[in-house]
């Protein structure tokens, strides 16, 4: 029994130090100390042995244990060890490899155009409100005093939705549903997308975006018109800008304006960016049609107030002499990092 046990420690002791990985330590260990293993077989076969024998043979079978365990566990951490420095030199980081370079995104012209646009507005007092981009014919048309069949929409023919709801045409929508829920005085700056069906060229596309204005109070008169565009004009363009104006049509004011600024490349000389004209159309405003006020419950008696709409794109084209629209959808990086 005594050298049963001599050899299957020895055994035991010879296959740990061959072993070379984890997980034929675990398989040893179930062969010798498992259930199964060969000490327990040795165990089992105690009936065999002399009761007085017995203590003996069964301190000798825990010393064969207790010297394979530890021999185990000693080789064991000895494995992992190796395994772990391993694991680190292959995973090394290399510090000096140069770093992926952040690009910072630049803003459109659109965006720095509306947003000088905005300051000058929010300079004088007007608050920035936004309206729906999916409309209802009633606000796009109807309650600006277009109703259906009038020539007007022709020149806004637009993309529609249903029979009610259209791609808003234009911006002057958020004036309606201002003065339907605000109380004068009002004075709003609304800018956003608009649509028509029009081709794509260098000055039209289907979709652009304008600004729109509104002011409602007592007492207000052409004369506060031109003078807030005036100011504006000069501040969007340079302190000497002159701007005129010149009677126009729009379904929903009375009078109805375009305005014009003088050409800042030649000072209004005439040059090849004004078409020899000195002058640049920039805007169509007019005071508030009496009908668009009665039908958004303000009456016409007690206040007044001029509008005006601009388009964004044409702003941008011109403070950044571009002379093609287009340029400002297609994203080529190499054409927005101008700005
Ligand atoms: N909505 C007009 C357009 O798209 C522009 C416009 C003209 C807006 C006169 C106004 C205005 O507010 O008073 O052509």
Excluded at 89 to 101: C, F, G, H, N, Q
Excluded at 314 to 326: F, Q, T, V
């Amino acid at each position: 029994m005594k050298e049963k046990l001599e050899q299957i420690k020895a055994e035991a002791l010879a296959q740990i130090e061959s072993s070379g990985a984890l997980e034929r330590l675990n398989e040893i260990r179930v062969n010798y100390l498992g259930k199964k293993g060969e000490l327990t077989q040795v165990l089992k076969g105690m009936k065999d042995v002399a009761p007085e024998e017995r203590p003996k043979v069964g301190q000798m079978v825990n010393d064969a244990r207790a010297v394979i365990e530890a021999r185990l566990e000693e080789m064991r951490a000895g494995l992992a060890a190796r395994a772990r420095e391993e694991q680190l030199k292959s995973e090394v980081i290399d510090v000096t490899l140069p770093a992926k370079k952040l690009t910072v995104g630049h803003r459109h012209p659109n965006t720095v155009a509306l947003e000088e646009v905005e300051r000058i507005f929010v300079g004088m007092g007007y608050e920035v409100v936004e309206g729906p981009e999916v409309e209802y014919d009633y606000y796009n048309f109807q309650a600006l005093n277009i109703p259906e069949g009038h020539p007007a929409r022709d020149e806004q023919d637009t993309f529609y939705i249903n029979d009610r709801i259209v791609l808003r045409s234009q911006t002057s929508s958020v004036q309606v549903r201002v003065m339907e829920n605000q109380k004068p005085p009002i004075r709003i700056l609304a800018p956003g997308r608009v649509f028509r069906s029009d081709e794509v060229d260098a000055t039209h596309s289907p979709s652009f975006h304008q600004v729109e204005g509104l002011v409602i109070d007592k007492n207000i008169t052409f004369a506060d018109l031109k003078g807030t565009l005036g100011q504006m004009a000069k501040e969007l363009f340079g302190e000497e800008t002159k701007v005129k104006f010149r009677p126009h049509h729009f379904p929903f004011t009375e009078p109805s304006a375009e305005m014009d600024v003088s050409c800042f490349k030649c000072g209004g000389r005439g040059c090849r960016f004004c078409k020899g004209s000195g002058w640049i159309e920039i805007l169509g405003c007019g005071m508030v049609h009496p009908n668009v006020l009665r039908m958004s419950g303000i009456n016409p008696e007690e206040y007044s107030g001029f509008a005006f709409g601009m388009g964004l794109e044409r702003i941008a084209l011109l403070k950044y002499e571009i002379d093609d629209m287009r340029l400002l959808y297609e994203n080529d990086e190499r054409f927005l990092k101008q700005f």
